[in-house]
């Protein structure tokens, strides 16, 4: 864990100024998370990076709380809210499974861009489901690079033995979607911008 925070806070500044990837696929997964939000929602993001997308969610909830494992990344985020003067939004540097928040209390969880770089996702799907009110949302996006991208199953733990590369977990999308129903949520929407781009996913807990 203390390499792939140090990668990760090596990174941060260089991360920060880089341009959104596909802006239109990032616009309509935006899009479709406040279509499921209302004003009153506690939400809970898990891997927020340096905070662009828990910012412009903000003006739609109640309160966000944002966490990330990198201690640069939270405070280039913190710097952000101080910027657009942002009052229901907080960032922590955390992890999940540190977190002590009381069950079935939250509205909504954001896990966007972090579960395939977590080592054990199952466990943290099972701590979301736990967090959240019936009929409450888990949002993710998610790369699943055992759907193609054969020759990282090669270089990827090379690179993360050496440092270059932060770790990588290697699954596809069925089994992904299969960790979301075993642990008890219902698939509400899937939709991805092209083969081989990351899942988009919003799952809810029934209730």
């Known amino acids: 864990m203390v390499q792939a925070t140090q990668f ?11 341009p959104i990837a596909d802006e239109a696929a990032y616009q309509k997964k935006l899009a479709v998370t406040r279509n499921y939000f209302h004003p009153e929602m506690e939400v809970l993001e898990i891997g927020c990076g ?3 997308t828990a910012i412009l969610h903000a003006p739609y909830v109640k309160h ?3 966490i990330d494992f990198s201690e640069k990344m939270i405070a ?3 710097g952000k809210t101080e910027v657009e003067d942002i009052h229901n939004l907080t960032f ?7 977190l002590d928040i009381p069950d ?3 509205d909504a969880v954001l896990a966007l ?3 395939h770089l977590l080592r054990d996702k199952e466990a943290a799907i099972s701590q979301v489901y736990q967090m959240l009110k019936p009929g409450g949302i888990f949002v993710t996006s998610t790369a699943c690079v055992g759907d193609g991208m054969s020759f990282f199953r090669l270089i990827g733990p090379v690179g993360g033995r050496l440092g270059l590369l932060p770790f990588i977990g290697i699954f ?9 129903t075993q642990a008890g949520f219902e698939l509400d929407y899937q939709w991805q911008s092209g083969k081989g781009k990351a899942l988009f996913i919003v799952a809810k807990k029934s209730g």
């Open 8 to 18: 990760w806070d090596k990174i941060a500044e260089k991360y920060s100024e880089q």
């Open 50 to 52: 340096t905070g662009s």
């Open 64 to 66: 966000i709380r944002a």
């Open 76 to 78: 280039i985020a913190q």
């Open 92 to 98: 922590e540097q955390a992890l999940i499974e540190d």
């Open 104 to 106: 079935q209390s939250l």
């Open 113 to 115: 861009s972090i579960l």
């Open 172 to 180: 596809t999308s069925q089994a992904l979607t299969d960790s979301l």
